[in-house]
């Protein structure tokens, strides 16, 4: 019966160990997020709303800052669509055919994870600035790629180039082959598979690397900031603007402008929270499933 009893007190100093330790790190979690996270954000709102509602829509409503959200959502419209072709050719590919090189360019998809963001508009400027080989034939075909619009796009498309694929990539090499060899037997042809057994398969990864792509894309600063030549009105982007006002020591108007870009943020982040939900059930589904088959 002792026995019995100190087992019993020992149980319960444990638990009251393990409960002490829950909530030290449950407090420490939260207090890191809040001090991180929410204490910054909290920053933000409370300086850009320090002169009211009325200075708050005349720094948002500036043309400067207008063109800035024009040029953002353009450069965001372009890369985007554009990374998911990309995105599914590239994963269809690497998961649906065995070819040499195949190591390589997945290296080649995360490339733009590795390489700092400053150092790949540094490339585009060397690769079409004054100073490159290419520079005599733009100028004779009048297009302006470096400090324009086209220099901007293409330094967003770089760095959101890996999204898509490595979100699609995992998953069609768990799903398998079984399902388009099925179809293909029945005499369907590579656009069937496509939109009638790979896409719906997929949507949800899908969905969730565009998310992802887009938020990337619209706050993408480093590698623009190079590029961009910093033209106000022309080629700045929201992020550039807001670092040109908060320079000129007009902190309210810069942090005004950033409650635009962290409220685009807010909406980015609740679509991402949506279709990483999609997605999960679309995972837990196809391992029942597997599960089920074997």
């Given at each position: 019966m002792e026995q019995v009893i100190s087992v019993q007190t020992?149980?319960?100093?444990?638990?009251?160990?393990?409960?002490?330790?829950?909530?030290?790190?449950?407090?420490?979690?939260?207090?890191?997020?809040?001090?991180?996270?929410v204490l910054p954000l909290l920053m933000v709102v409370t300086q850009g709303m320090a002169n009211g509602v009325g200075a708050f829509w005349e720094a948002i409503s500036e043309p400067d800052a207008v063109a800035a959200l024009k040029l953002?959502?353009?450069?965001?419209?372009?890369?985007?669509?554009?990374?998911?072709?990309?995105?599914?050719?590239?994963?269809?590919?690497?998961?649906?055919?065995?070819?040499?090189?195949?190591s390589f360019l997945l290296s080649l998809i995360d490339l733009p994870f590795s390489v700092s963001p400053v150092v790949a508009g540094l490339?585009?400027?060397?690769?079409?600035?004054?100073?490159?080989?290419?520079?005599?034939?733009?100028?004779?075909?009048?297009?302006?790629?470096?400090?324009?619009?086209?220099?901007?796009?293409?330094a967003t498309i770089f760095v959101t180039l890996p999204y898509v694929a490595r979100e699609l990539i995992p998953l069609m090499e768990q799903q398998g082959t079984q399902e388009e060899e099925a179809a293909r037997l029945l005499g369907a042809s590579g656009?069937?598979?496509?939109?009638?057994?790979?896409?719906?398969?997929?949507?949800?990864?899908?969905?969730?690397?565009?998310?992802?792509?887009?938020?990337?894309a619209m706050g993408e600063f480093g590698a623009v900031s190079v590029i961009s030549g910093h033209i106000r009105g022309l080629t700045n982007t929201l992020p550039l603007h807001i670092e040109i006002l908060y320079n000129e020591y007009n902190i309210v108007a810069a942090f005004s402008v950033a409650i635009l870009l962290l409220v685009m943020s807010l909406v980015i982040l609740l679509l991402r929270q949506w279709s990483e939900g999609r997605l999960a059930k679309q995972i837990e589904k196809q391992q029942e499933l597997a599960k089920n088959e074997h």
């Open positions: 020992k149980a319960q100093e444990r638990r009251k160990k393990r409960s002490v330790t829950y909530y030290v790190l449950v407090t420490l979690a939260w207090g890191v997020f809040f001090s991180i996270l953002t959502l353009l450069a965001t419209v372009i890369s985007v669509p554009l990374n998911m072709i990309f995105g599914l050719a590239t994963a269809w590919c690497v998961t649906r055919f065995e070819f040499r090189g195949k490339v585009y400027v060397l690769l079409f600035g004054a100073q490159s080989k290419l520079y005599p034939f733009l100028m004779e075909h009048d297009l302006q790629v470096v400090y324009a619009v086209p220099g901007i796009v293409l656009w069937q598979m496509f939109w009638y057994i790979t896409l719906p398969n997929v949507k949800w990864a899908l969905i969730y690397g565009v998310v992802l792509c887009t938020a990337r």
